[in-house]
């Protein structure tokens, strides 16, 4: 199986200030398709993970463009331009270039 | 809107079983491959199974393979999990999940129910 590990596992952000999680892969997740299957879910408080990013940059409907993506091969990062008090939750990297589909352990997100 | 439901968690005694059902509806549920995803605080999410859009390709995570079984009915929108041989460790929230392709070798997520809890104890 793939491992997916997360640094850091928890992250403390002013409003209004960048914050950045990165995500690296025990294999490549590039297919020969030329698409990299990494994606990013938030889990919000008390609710399902939801998708923000597919394959590695995509932002997913709806999804602020404060929110990006970037990354190939094994090593991946997300990044918030600026914090809102919304983002806050457990962000998790995910890897579908082969089942079974495994995630990462899960960066939490608060605000100071 | 786009909409999964999940139905059928509870407390159920190790060995015994349980059916987990998913109601779709707001999309052709017939054109996704679909998927079970479980969550437990310890171990956090887990990919549980997935099925794609005719059946015909189905796949299990090792620690349930032979004892859990998906299936889908494309004329009545639903998703389903049938848990058989329940251990203590598959106690947790379970969610339905969307594919975002037909197939499910290299779907992810894209919409996810808001998980029903199914605890194993005695």
């Known amino acids: 199986d793939i491992v997916m590990t997360q640094t850091p596992l928890s992250l403390s952000v002013t409003p209004g200030q960048p914050a950045s999680i990165s995500c690296k892969s025990s294999?490549?997740?590039?297919?020969?398709?030329?698409?990299?299957?990494l994606y990013w879910y938030l889990q919000k408080p008390g609710q399902p993970p939801q998708l923000l990013i597919y394959?590695?940059?995509n932002r997913f409907s709806g999804v602020p463009d404060r929110f990006s993506g970037s990354g190939s091969g094994t090593d991946f990062t997300l990044k918030i331009s600026r914090v809102e008090a919304e983002d806050v939750g457990v962000y998790y990297c995910?890897?579908?270039?082969?089942?079974?589909?495994?995630f990462g352990q899960g960066t939490k997100v608060e605000i100071k | 809107e786009v909409q999964l439901v999940e139905s059928g968690g509870g407390l159920v005694q190790p060995g015994r079983s349980l059916r987990l059902s998913c109601a779709a509806s707001?999309?052709?549920?017939?054109?996704?491959?679909m998927h079970w995803v479980r969550q437990t605080p310890g171990k956090g999410l887990e990919w549980v199974s997935g099925?794609?859009?005719?059946?015909?390709?189905?796949v299990y995570a090792d620690s349930v393979k032979g004892r859990f079984t998906i299936s889908r009915d494309n004329a009545k929108n639903s998703l389903y999990l049938q848990m058989n041989s329940l251990k203590a460790e598959d106690t947790a929230f379970y969610y339905c999940?969307?594919?975002?392709?037909?197939?499910?070798?290299?779907?992810?997520?894209?919409?996810w129910g808001q998980g029903t809890m199914v605890t194993v104890s005695s």
């Open positions: 707001g999309f052709t549920f017939a054109d996704y491959g």
């Open positions: 394959e590695v940059s």
């Open positions: 099925i794609s859009w005719k059946s015909g390709n189905i």
């Open positions: 294999q490549s997740l590039l297919h020969s398709n030329g698409k990299s299957y």
């Open positions: 995910m890897q579908s270039i082969q089942l079974p589909r495994t």
């Open positions: 999940a969307k594919g975002d392709y037909y197939d499910i070798i290299r779907s992810a997520f894209d919409i």
